[in-house]
C-alpha cells in the first residue's frame, strides 16, 4: 500500500524515535562492516551429494568436496600472527555462519589444533588439527555432526554424519 505520502513523526514524539534510530545507526552499520570484510575458511567445490547406495556406510548423511582458505589456514596455523576478525565457514546447504576462535595451541608433530565456537549457534563447536597443508576435524552444530578430512591435492571432504549410528573410532 503506497500512498506517496512522506511518513512524518509527530513533533512530540520525533526526539525519542530519533535517539532511537541514532542508537541502531552504529550497530548496523558496524554488522554490515562485519559481514563484507569476513574471510570464508573454506569454500565448496561442488554440490553436496548423498554417497552412492552402493558401498554406502550407513552413518554418512551427505559429502562436499570443500577448498581451504590457504591465506586463512597460515593465519591459524602461524601462532604468532593474529586471526582475521570474520572468519566464516559455509555449510552444505548454503548457509554461512562466522566463528569465533577460542584457541590455537601447537600439537603434536609440528601440527596446530584450533577450536571455536558459531557466536550465533547455540551447542557448536569446531576442532581442527592443521598439519601443512593437510586439515582434519569435526564440527558440532547441536545434534548435527560433520567431520572433515584429507582428501589430497589442497582438497578436503566435508562430510555429515549420523552420530547415533557413527561406530566408535
Same mark, same amino acid.
Given at each position: 500500500?503506497?500512498?506517496?505520502?512522506?511518513?512524518?513523526?509527530?513533533?512530540?514524539?520525533?526526539?525519542?524515535?530519533?535517539?532511537?534510530?541514532?542508537?541502531?545507526?552504529?550497530?548496523?552499520?558496524?554488522? =554490515? &562492516?562485519?559481514?563484507?570484510? /569476513?574471510? !570464508? $575458511?573454506? @569454500?565448496?567445490?561442488?554440490?553436496?551429494?548423498? *554417497? +552412492?547406495?552402493?558401498?554406502?556406510?550407513?552413518?554418512?548423511?551427505?559429502?562436499?568436496?570443500?577448498?581451504?582458505?590457504?591465506?586463512?589456514?597460515?593465519?591459524?596455523?602461524?601462532?604468532?600472527?593474529?586471526?582475521?576478525?570474520?572468519?566464516?565457514?559455509?555449510?552444505?546447504?548454503?548457509?554461512?555462519?562466522?566463528? =569465533? &576462535?577460542?584457541?590455537?595451541? /601447537?600439537? !603434536? $608433530?609440528? @601440527?596446530?589444533?584450533?577450536?571455536?565456537?558459531? *557466536? +550465533?549457534?547455540?551447542?557448536?563447536?569446531?576442532?581442527?588439527?592443521?598439519?601443512?597443508?593437510?586439515?582434519?576435524?569435526?564440527?558440532?552444530?547441536?545434534?548435527?555432526?560433520?567431520?572433515?578430512?584429507?582428501?589430497?591435492?589442497?582438497?578436503?571432504?566435508?562430510?555429515?554424519?549420523?552420530?547415533?549410528?557413527?561406530?566408535?573410532?
Amino acid at each position: 500500500m503506497c500512498d506517496n505520502k512522506r511518513f512524518v513523526v509527530p513533533p512530540d514524539r520525533s526526539r525519542p524515535f530519533l535517539r532511537a534510530a541514532a542508537g541502531l545507526a552504529p550497530a548496523l552499520l558496524l554488522g =554490515a &562492516i562485519s559481514c563484507a570484510f /569476513a574471510v !570464508p $575458511l573454506w @569454500s565448496p567445490t561442488g554440490s553436496p551429494a548423498e *554417497p +552412492d547406495a552402493k558401498g554406502r556406510q550407513p552413518w554418512l548423511l551427505r559429502e562436499q568436496t570443500i577448498r581451504f582458505n590457504q591465506q586463512a589456514l597460515e593465519a591459524l596455523r602461524d601462532l604468532t600472527r593474529p586471526v582475521e576478525p570474520a572468519l566464516e565457514i559455509t555449510l552444505m546447504d548454503g548457509t554461512s555462519r562466522t566463528l =569465533a &576462535i577460542r584457541s590455537r595451541t /601447537a600439537g !603434536p $608433530l609440528d @601440527s596446530t589444533v584450533v577450536t571455536a565456537t558459531l *557466536p +550465533d549457534v547455540p551447542d557448536s563447536e569446531l576442532t581442527l588439527v592443521i598439519k601443512g597443508q593437510a586439515v582434519a576435524g569435526t564440527l558440532h552444530i547441536g545434534r548435527r555432526l560433520f567431520k572433515i578430512q584429507y582428501a589430497g591435492d589442497h582438497r578436503h571432504r566435508l562430510a555429515e554424519v549420523d552420530a547415533d549410528t557413527l561406530p566408535p573410532d
